[in-house]
């Protein structure tokens, strides 16, 4: 069965670094999203990334964020200075939608640690 | 954010008996619900979804109920088993949002005893 994966599954870096978060989502899938969780909170939404640009994003989305899928089967988060609150469960998701349905497949999570 | 509630943080069940989680919503526009399975150290799972213009879906031994007029909606394990045993959480989408970006609650954390 198809599924998403996520690289690293855990990450440790020190504050004001950049980290990179990767993901390679099902092969089929149009949209991509990142989800964080912070421990003992919700899973929040981050971003939506469809056709090849963001299409929707959340408010923790700020200017330290950015999304890429450089070719065509990878799809990235980068945190170009992070803080000691980035420190989060990290999911990847992707969807077919289109097909009345909304379902999103989850990969694994990257855990990063700010220190 | 609080537009996605699941009021009970756990619900323990006997192996064979019916789990029902909860959940409560306060947005009218969402229109579209899903429940997820999380095993520790894993991403969710997808479970089981429903349209705003059902009441019920059913697929094997989960059914999710859909009340619109008290903006609630449950899952039904039946029979329940122990490897059930997972955090649940229910998600909601926005009539508004092209994207599927979802919403979720808190979470469940069911045990199911043998």
């Known amino acids: 069965e198809p599924e998403v994966t996520q690289t690293p599954s855990h990450q440790v870096t020190q504050m004001g670094q950049e980290v990179i978060l990767r993901c390679v989502p099902i092969s089929n899938h149009l949209y991509f999203y990142w989800y964080r969780q912070i421990l003992g909170q919700k899973v929040e939404f981050l971003v939506s990334f469809y056709n090849n640009e963001i299409s929707e994003k959340s408010e923790i989305f700020d200017d330290q964020f950015s999304v890429e899928r450089p070719d065509g089967s990878n799809f990235t988060l980068k945190i170009r200075s992070t803080k000691l609150e980035d420190s989060a469960m990290y999911f990847c998701a992707s969807s077919q939608q289109g097909l009345s349905s909304y379902e999103q497949y989850f990969g694994p999570g990257t855990r990063l640690t700010v220190t | 954010d609080q537009q996605v509630k699941q009021n009970s943080p756990s619900l323990s069940v006997q192996e064979g008996r019916i789990s029902i989680l909860n959940c409560d919503y306060t947005?009218?526009?969402?229109?579209?619900f899903l429940w997820y399975k999380k095993y520790p150290a894993e991403g969710p799972t997808f479970l089981i979804s429903i349209s705003s213009i059902k009441d019920k879906n059913e697929d094997g031994r989960f059914t999710v109920f859909l009340n619109k007029s008290a903006k609630h909606l449950s899952l039904h394990i039946v029979p329940s088993q122990p490897g059930d045993s997972a955090v649940y959480f229910c998600a909601a989408k926005g009539a508004s949002s092209n994207t599927g970006k979802l919403i979720f609650g808190q979470g469940t954390t069911l045990q199911v005893k043998p």
């Open positions: 947005n009218s526009m969402f229109d579209y």
